[in-house]
């Protein structure tokens, strides 16, 4: 999950801003985390800092350039068994419309024209 | 000091919890390499309190203090007994103002109820409230978590006695055990809940499939 730019941040102007955030897995090592800053349409990989040490939080981070307007920042990890966290609409999909507990997938936040930041659920 | 200052701030936006997964993992971290030098003794590194300058070894009752977990089958469970009738004047003054008069109706969850569905069908109906009565599948774990988080603004208060106690009044009130009963390390883990075969085995092994 991405920590920042999370709300309440504000990002000050246009320019190069780094994404940065944790992500874990119950079942070993994180082996790569995607970053998306256009809603899931496309994905760039992130820098994992390490220790990168199995059922630990690992901390990545990317640098992407927020040229104005709307940005949709979301995170995709994936662990060493290539389980690799899904968007709500295939959590819910495989577990149940009314399902809640142990929610995984991937959150988004939204960067406004303004520079503010919202949580945006699924996206 | 910047990143110092945004691991406040994400512990602060992460909640308590998240601060203190932030602090546990480095503990945990370091606990296991603790492991891992004595068991080769030939390891040159000092241990790691010596070496990182901080920390001492916990004590046996510091350990104890904190050894609260109670396991599905019951291990854990201290010494104590309590009776719902002694559970129903101590949920009066610690638990009702939140959790409603007969544990339901307040504004914390709802902790009695076995309206299940046909098939015990959480996953599918949205209008399903899960309870204590009819989603717990331990009744040891009502011990567990009682004693370990309640009350909400202070946990960890409640005796022994006061918390079989309020196992035996939710249990109880859930109709689960006689309203006489009383409930102790030998009868708690004895309750069957009425939804304990409604769970499977995790048999996730990893990979891409989503469950």
Redesign the interface.
Request: with cysteine.
């Given at each position: 999950m991405i920590?920042?730019p999370?709300f309440p941040d504000k990002l000050t102007g246009p320019g190069w801003w780094e994404v940065?955030g944790i992500a874990w897995s119950g079942?070993?090592k994180i082996a790569k985390v995607d970053i998306s800053v256009d809603g899931g349409k496309t994905w760039q990989p992130a820098k994992l800092d390490e220790?990168v040490?199995p059922k630990?939080?690992t901390r990545f981070r990317l640098p992407f350039e927020w040229k104005g307007g709307e940005a949709t920042l979301m995170s995709r990890a994936t662990?060493?068994?290539?389980?690799?966290q899904?968007t709500l609409d295939?959590?819910m999909a495989?577990?149940?419309?009314?399902?809640a507990y142990h929610f995984n997938h991937i959150r988004a936040w939204k960067v406004l024209a303004d520079g503010s930041v919202k949580f945006a659920g699924g996206a | 000091m910047k990143r110092r200052v945004?691991l406040a701030a994400?512990g602060l936006?992460?909640g308590i919890l998240g601060l203190g997964?932030?602090l546990a993992?480095p503990v945990?971290?370091i606990s296991v390499r603790a492991d891992q030098a004595a068991a080769k003794p030939q390891a040159s590194s000092p241990k790691p309190a010596a070496r990182l300058g901080i920390g001492r070894v916990a004590t046996p009752d510091e350990i104890k203090k904190l050894d609260i977990d109670v396991m599905p089958d019951g291990r854990g469970l201290p010494d104590g007994r309590g009776t719902a009738a002694e559970g129903q004047a101590i949920y009066t003054a610690k638990c009702q103002s939140c959790h409603g008069a007969n544990g339901a109706g307040g504004s914390a969850e709802r902790l009695v109820g076995r309206e299940s569905g046909p098939n015990f069908n959480?996953?599918?109906?949205?209008k399903?409230v899960k309870t204590v009565g009819n989603y717990w599948p331990y009744a040891t774990t009502l011990y567990d978590y009682t004693y370990r988080a309640m009350p909400f603004m202070q946990p960890g208060t409640l005796s022994s006695n006061e918390t079989y106690s309020l196992v035996a009044y939710i249990l109880a009130l859930n109709k689960i055990v006689p309203e006489d009963a009383v409930i102790d390390q030998a009868s708690l883990p004895k309750v069957v809940m009425p939804a304990r075969d409604r769970f499977v085995i995790d048999n996730?092994?990893?990979?891409?499939?989503?469950?």
């Open positions: 920590t920042e999370a940065r079942r070993g220790p040490l630990c939080h662990d060493e068994t290539g389980y690799a899904p295939v959590l495989a577990r149940g419309p009314a399902t | 945004w994400c936006r992460l997964l932030l993992v945990l971290t959480f996953a599918t109906d949205p399903l996730r092994k990893g990979g891409r499939v989503v469950k």
